[in-house]
């Protein structure tokens, strides 16, 4: 699975994309491994795993919301996660 990290979060992060060895996996699921890999990821998963308020996750250019709660994302899935930008 690739993730992709737009914005401010490749600056965050480290990293701008990878590959991860993870298949068959719900969003908080994906979150939890996330957060194992990297304690950066904090910034955008909460411990259970769940999406923080303020960013978007999209799969395969499609927000994770609309795909409801029982999609597994894929070993052959992009998820993009960029921050949601406010202005005034």
Do not use: C, W
Request: proline share 3%.
């Amino acid at each position: 699975m690739k993730i992709v990290l737009i914005a401010s979060l490749s600056q965050i992060l480290g990293f701008r994309e990878t590959e991860i060895e993870i298949d068959n996996v719900s969003i908080k699921e994906l979150g939890v491994e996330l957060l194992k890999r990297s304690p950066r990821f904090s910034a955008i998963f909460s411990d259970d795993g769940s999406l923080k308020p303020g960013y978007l996750l999209l799969v395969n250019d499609t927000d994770y919301r609309l795909l409801g709660e029982e999609y597994r994302v894929g070993k052959n899935d992009i998820v993009a996660i960029l921050p949601v930008s406010h202005g005034g």
